[in-house]
């Protein structure tokens, strides 16, 4: 089962994939007016906090770089732990609070919900499951219209849960460049899913470790592409932005170890590039998502109109090649190790 486009198809998680332009396409027509309310009742936060975990918090991270990029709203990751393990009550009046959970029902993130809501932020659920108690607990909740996911890999629930923040900060800014960027993705989306990156299959395989590097928003997709290495192929990976891997991490970078760099067309692109080609001349197998690089091999990438929504294409190209990568290493990307689809943590 080495094809790429079409023999994953037995796979929850390829058919997962495969509906996202679908999925985000639902949630452009029936989601959107729910934000757009939501976002007119949420008057003037002063800033952002958001509640995740696992790919729901690197969705958050997206979320972050847009708010304090486009939106120029500070947003802080709260530490669930704060108010279900410690006791903690963090003062969040005047804040606008996103919690991110696909399933709504992990206590740690419906404890700071509560604790949120509480200390006097307008709290917003971002779910997959519209009768969840993260739902019934927000202040609103956004139906992120993803469909059943059986894949234990989150996918089209990762897409979405950013489509939805995405809409939702467009509107508090009133972002109409980024509002139009969005209605295009669907087929984008379409059309990333077969850009091919299988060029990573074996310098990955021969050393078994990687680094994935961003900057921006691109470092969210790199989290999201590290934690999908371990989760689905039981391969080693760390994610740094383009900056930080120069503080330490780059000196192990040497007789080819690999590094996937997710270049993306914003202001962040040439200095990302020439870190990428910094590594590639030291003897790193480098593979980067854009055309600015010298040294690094190039990989193919679907690109957009909006720098935001040019980072988030990324991630359904890498879906694509990790869901067969994880089956040519003889994994059944549907059923992770020690790993089950809804995760509950104090």
């Known amino acids: 089962m080495n094809d790429f486009r079409t023999a994953g198809s037995a796979t929850h998680m390829r058919r997962e994939i495969e509906e996202i332009p679908a999925a985000v396409r639902r949630l452009l027509a029936e989601g959107h007016p729910r934000i757009r309310q939501i976002a007119a009742g949420a008057g003037a936060p002063v800033f952002l906090a958001s509640v995740a975990r696992g790919s729901s918090d690197h969705a958050a991270t997206f979320l972050k770089y847009a708010s304090e990029i486009y939106l120029g709203l500070a947003m802080a990751s709260l530490g669930p732990s704060v108010s279900s393990v410690y006791g903690g009550r963090v003062r969040l009046d005047r804040a606008l609070v996103i919690a991110i959970s ?29 009768d969840s108690a993260l739902a019934r607990l927000s202040g609103a909740a956004v139906d992120i219209c993803a469909g059943p996911e059986r894949s234990v890999a ?10 939805a923040g995405l809409l939702l900060l467009a509107e508090i800014g009133g972002d109409e460049d980024l509002l139009k960027a969005m209605a295009r993705l669907p087929d984008q989306f379409a059309g990333a899913i077969d850009v091919d990156w299988r060029a990573l299959a074996e310098p990955v395989e021969e050393r078994g470790s990687l680094y994935v590097i961003g900057r921006g928003p691109g470092l969210a997709i790199a989290h999201e592409a590290a934690l999908k290495f371990k989760e689905t192929c039981q391969i080693h990976a760390e994610a740094y932005s383009s900056a930080e891997v120069m503080h330490g ?45 010298q040294k690094a091999s190039r990989l193919p990438f679907a690109a957009t109109d909006h720098p935001l929504t040019d980072a988030l294409v990324q991630i359904v190209s890498f879906y694509a090649f990790i869901e067969w990568f994880a089956r040519r290493r003889g994994f059944d990307p549907d059923v992770p190790k020690h790993l089950n689809k809804v995760t509950q943590t104090v």
């Open 154 to 163: 989150a996918t089209k629930t990762f897409v979405n849960s950013i489509v």
């Open 102 to 130: 696909q399933s709504g029902a992990s206590p740690d993130i419906l404890s700071a919900v509560e604790s949120a809501s509480g200390q006097g932020a307008f709290t917003v659920g971002l779910t997959n499951t519209a």
């Open 249 to 293: 991490p780059v000196s192990i970078v040497e007789n080819g170890y690999p590094i996937l760099a997710l270049g993306v067309r914003d202001a962040a692109e040439e200095g990302l590039a020439a870190t990428a080609d910094r590594m590639a001349a030291q003897g790193g197998a480098v593979f980067a998502t854009t055309d600015k690089v």
